[in-house]
């Protein structure tokens, strides 16, 4: 689905090649600093590659509108924002900037169902904690309903079995719907659980990268 071709990246990343399978889950992970965000990021052209090139589905990404190419490949930032106001209008707030059509309550508590969140959609979500705020924004994501799913540290901020039951949750969404999620982690244990595809980055570098 993405291929990486000499792609280099200031002094951070250098990747001579790496393939990233379509309607599959994998998993990157790397000690802090190795350059997994960056990853993510160049994947969503949020930054462009200084040297190399990187094919989304056999076409440049650079030949892609960054707009449309990121109405297919969603990316949940490692701390992602959460705007004054409700939990309700949190969730909204994604697919209003996509312009997609607004959706009912019974979707927003679906949404909620599935991201393990059980607050009213009244809440004011700047109360939530942390770990809550984190699947908020999940949820935010999973209502844009996209082809693939770029998730920085979905979990890190949730306890182990709040952790297992969201990224089961998001897992079992992905595979019947056959979308394809990208997820950095950095806990051996889900990978290994959940991965279709294993990549570990080290100092900028691809360590490995393998099917599991
Ligand atoms: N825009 C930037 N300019 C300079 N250095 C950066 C920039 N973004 C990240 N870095 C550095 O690149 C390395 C990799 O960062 P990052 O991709 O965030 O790692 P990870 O997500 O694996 O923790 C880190 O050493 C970080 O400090
Ligand atoms: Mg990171």
Do not use: W
């Amino acid at each position: 689905m993405f291929s990486l071709k000499n792609v280099k990246y200031k002094n951070i990343l250098v990747i001579k090649e790496l393939n990233l399978p379509q309607e599959k889950i994998t998993c990157i992970v790397g000690e802090s600093g190795s350059g997994k965000t960056t990853l993510l990021k160049l994947l969503n052209n949020l930054i462009s590659c200084d040297q190399g090139d990187i094919l989304y589905k056999q076409q440049s990404i650079y030949d892609i509108d960054p707009i449309e190419l990121r109405r297919e490949v969603v990316m949940l930032p490692q701390d992602p924002a959460i705007f004054p106001g409700t939990v309700k209008e949190n969730l909204l707030i994604g697919i209003k900037f996509a312009e997609k059509p607004l959706v009912d309550n019974e979707k927003l508590q679906e949404v909620l169902e599935q991201v393990k969140l059980r607050k009213p959609l009244t809440n004011i979500a700047e109360q939530l904690s942390g770990g809550e705020k984190q699947r908020l924004a999940l949820g935010r994501v999973l209502l844009l309903n996209p082809e693939v799913f770029l998730l920085d540290e979905p979990s890190s901020a949730m306890d182990e079995e709040t952790e297992e039951l969201v990224i089961e949750s998001i897992v079992q969404d992905v595979r019947k719907n056959k979308k394809s999620l990208v997820m950095i982690t950095h806990a051996k244990k889900i990978a290994q659980k959940y991965g279709d595809y294993l990549i570990e980055l080290k100092n900028g570098l691809v360590l490995s990268a393998k099917e599991l």
